[in-house]
């Protein structure tokens, strides 16, 4: 019986010492420095796509605005052409028309093409003597 209360008592020691005991074994300079390497090139990996997804966004904004000026543009003239009764604006009306047509053509066109993006890789370190760092103090 005694025994069994010898293994129970250690048992419970174990459990709240050897967790501890393994924190402070993560918490060494050498996995610690590890652990910078690998949260250094993810973060870098995500700012990249980051910088991508900002440039697409922007163009994609860009786009939009084109098009809603050429639209604007394409009612006030079909407006002030049939106030004024002027063939001349009724012209321009004409050639903001086909103008929205071929730009709304080549966005067709250009979402039609297959998108060649850059895949990134996480790169996980297997080899940990690759990832740390040794100083040298002197």
């Known amino acids: 019986m005694e025994i069994y209360a ?3 008592i250690g048992g ?3 459990a709240f010492l050897l ?3 393994m924190e402070g074994r993560r918490s060494a300079p050498a996995s610690s420095t590890r652990n910078f390497a690998r949260s250094k090139d993810l973060l870098a990996s995500v700012a990249t796509e980051q910088r991508q997804v900002k440039q697409r966004r ?3 904004a860009k786009r939009q605005r084109i098009l809603i ?3 604007v543009g394409a009612v006030i003239s079909l407006a002030a052409a049939i106030v004024m009764a002027s063939p001349v604006l009724l012209v321009v009306t004409i050639a903001f028309d086909l103008a929205v047509a071929a730009f709304v053509t080549l966005l067709l066109q250009a979402r039609q093409q297959p998108v060649t993006a850059d895949v990134v890789h996480l790169r996980v370190v297997e080899n940990d003597e690759l990832a740390t760092v ?3 103090a002197g």
């Open 6 to 8: 010898f293994l129970l």
């Open 12 to 14: 419970i020691w174990a």
């Open 19 to 21: 967790p501890s005991l």
């Open 58 to 60: 922007r163009a994609s």
């Open 69 to 71: 000026a050429l639209i």
């Open 134 to 136: 040794r100083v040298v």
